[in-house]
């Protein structure tokens, strides 16, 4: 399947349905160890190689592209910080219902402008990352690193991040500040 393969090896059971398999030959294939059931309506291809971001493949296929990677996930697929969360985080519209543990969801609309496309699935830019993790639990130190990481490796700049304290909660934009104040010590 055509589609399998733009996915990581995941697809959904609309997807297979499109293109000629039926309920009963998807159950068959599964059955067979052909494909491989991963939720309720998502199956993956056993032989296709695993990678590290098959993950947001998954959760984007469960949402129906409708979820969007973001703050402390995102945050560590952009390289921003040693954070490494237990759950994938999402950022949903307030419309969806869908509910899974082993995500933390967390809604919001979001901008085109702030999201970018990885093929299979989309995160928050670097700039809406630093924005909702500073809006969130972390500690005023992850968030300093965080924003150290994104102003070396030019990700962000200085402007970009001081423009997004404008339309950020007052505790994000304080911890924005700061972190960026901290930053300037150490560029």
């Known amino acids: 399947m055509a589609h399998a393969f733009g996915q990581a090896g995941y697809f959904t059971s609309a997807q297979a349905l499109d293109v000629g398999y039926s309920y009963q030959a998807q159950k068959y294939h599964a ?11 998502i199956y993956r291809i056993p032989d296709v190689p695993a990678a590290p971001d098959d993950a947001y493949v998954r959760w984007s296929l ?11 996930t995102a945050l560590s697929v952009h390289g921003l910080s040693d954070l490494d969360p237990a759950r994938i985080h999402l950022t949903v519209e307030p419309s969806f219902h869908r509910r899974d543990d082993a995500v933390v969801l967390h809604v919001a609309d979001l ?3 702030d999201i ?11 700039v809406r990352t630093l924005v909702d993790v500073a809006a969130g639990e972390p500690a005023q130190e992850h968030i300093d690193r965080a924003v150290l990481d994104a102003l070396r490796t030019g990700k962000v700049s200085r402007r970009m ?5 404008d339309a950020a909660t007052n505790r994000a934009a304080l911890r924005l500040e700061r972190a960026i104040a901290a930053s300037e010590a150490q560029l």
């Not at 059955?31 to 309506?41: A, C, L, Q, S, T």
């Not at 469960?62 to 402390?72: D, L, N, P, T």
């Not at 970018?116 to 670097?126: K, L, V």
């Open 31 to 41: 059955d067979h160890g052909n494909w491989v059931r991963v939720d309720r309506g």
């Open 62 to 72: 469960w949402s129906a592209g409708r979820a969007v990677i973001s703050h402390e």
């Open 111 to 113: 901008a085109d402008v």
């Open 116 to 126: 970018e496309s990885r093929g299979a699935w989309s995160m928050t830019t670097p």
């Open 161 to 165: 991040l001081l423009r997004a304290t």
